[in-house]
């Protein structure tokens, strides 16, 4: 796998991440195929969903938790499926004793048909978790008010969606995501909508921290080679928006501005 080149990785609260991208765990194949698109992609965290798999002692010990102890990538818990602040808060403090971490991915669901979050209720139920001690990453809209409020309350990083869960559209809001980005400065990571590297290459070159992946992955007809591109999209995303892009202009410009004179600075 490609090394993120000169890249440092990026922190959350206080924690330094070398990859960029962080992989769902739902929706794959088999168990083989999830555990070769971790292995090759080599995420920063992998969600897990505690109402979807159960907390009961028997199915802890399944063979999906093996297989995440086993592959050594710290696991992110979600709140998926949840509907109501008390709902979240209870499923949180289980999350926090099965999987011994404080960090929570919040999903808090108001509309089942778009999967939208609860955004009259999502900063309220963020300050409650955070000052419970857990490191909160509130899946939200892209609404610069709602995610300005959750920095206010303690959020020390956000994750605005592209578009709804699961659909594969790509950012379908490019100007309000990049004025979030340029007016919230704490680390934002993109939650939902991708479905192309291009996508997650595209919000990695307007300066967002992060990428989180997982039906454009697990759905893909081949998840683990998916995996490795969406990798490698995200490291060269970040890459480009470091380097600078050049400004985009509506007339066209000839590359050879002098004929017989190929460098610029030439007399």
Same mark, same amino acid.
């Given at each position: 796998?490609?090394?993120? +080149?000169? &890249?440092?990785?990026?922190?959350?609260?206080?924690?330094?991440?070398?990859?960029?991208?962080?992989? @769902? =765990?739902?929706?794959?194949?088999?168990?083989?195929?999830? %555990?070769?698109? /971790?292995?090759?992609?080599?995420?920063?965290?992998? =969600?897990?969903?505690?109402?979807?798999? @159960?907390?009961? *002692?028997? %199915? /802890?010990?399944?063979?999906?938790?093996? +297989?995440? !102890?086993?592959?050594?990538? *710290?696991?992110?818990?979600?709140?998926?499926?949840?509907?109501?602040? %008390?709902?979240?808060?209870?499923?949180?403090?289980?999350?926090?004793?099965?999987?011994?971490?404080?960090?929570? !991915?919040?999903?808090? #669901?108001? &509309?089942?048909?778009?999967?939208?979050?609860?955004?009259?209720?999502?900063?309220?139920?963020?300050?409650?978790? /955070? !000052?419970?001690?857990?490191?909160?990453?509130?899946?939200?809209? %892209?609404? +610069?008010?709602?995610?300005?409020?959750?920095?206010?309350?303690?959020?020390?990083?956000?994750?605005?969606?592209?578009?709804?869960?699961?659909?594969?559209?790509?950012?379908?809001?490019?100007?309000?995501?990049?004025?979030?980005?340029?007016?919230?400065?704490?680390?934002? #990571?993109?939650?939902?909508?991708?479905?192309?590297?291009?996508?997650? =290459?595209?919000?990695?070159?307007?300066?967002?921290?992060?990428?989180?992946?997982?039906?454009?992955?697990?759905?893909?007809?081949?998840?683990?080679?998916?995996?490795?591109?969406?990798?490698?999209?995200?490291?060269?995303?970040?890459?480009?928006?470091?380097? @600078?892009?050049?400004?985009?202009?509506? #007339?066209?410009?000839?590359?050879?501005?002098?004929?017989?004179?190929?460098?610029?600075?030439?007399?």
């Amino acid at each position: 796998m490609m090394s993120n +080149l000169n &890249d440092s990785g990026f922190t959350l609260y206080g924690q330094t991440f070398s990859s960029r991208l962080l992989l @769902g =765990t739902s929706r794959y194949p088999s168990p083989q195929i999830l %555990e070769d698109a /971790i292995q090759i992609a080599q995420p920063a965290m992998v =969600t897990a969903s505690l109402r979807r798999q @159960g907390a009961n *002692p028997s %199915e /802890i010990s399944s063979g999906f938790w093996d +297989l995440l !102890k086993k592959l050594h990538i *710290p696991v992110l818990p979600n709140t998926a499926g949840c509907h109501r602040p %008390e709902e979240v808060i209870q499923i949180a403090h289980m999350a926090r004793e099965v999987f011994n971490t404080d960090w929570l !991915k919040l999903e808090l #669901i108001g &509309d089942d048909y778009t999967l939208q979050p609860d955004t009259l209720n999502l900063v309220e139920t963020a300050k409650i978790l /955070i !000052k419970d001690g857990f490191k909160v990453l509130p899946y939200c809209t %892209e609404d +610069l008010v709602v995610c300005q409020r959750l920095v206010d309350v303690g959020c020390e990083a956000i994750m605005p969606w592209a578009a709804p869960i699961g659909t594969g559209m790509g950012p379908s809001n490019p100007y309000a995501l990049q004025i979030l980005r340029e007016r919230i400065q704490v680390p934002m #990571i993109v939650d939902a909508g991708l479905g192309l590297p291009s996508h997650a =290459t595209q919000v990695m070159e307007w300066g967002y921290d992060g990428v989180l992946l997982n039906t454009a992955v697990a759905l893909a007809q081949n998840p683990t080679q998916m995996a490795q591109a969406f990798s490698l999209a995200v490291i060269a995303g970040r890459q480009a928006f470091h380097a @600078g892009a050049m400004p985009a202009n509506h #007339i066209a410009q000839p590359s050879t501005p002098t004929l017989g004179t190929p460098f610029w600075h030439q007399s």
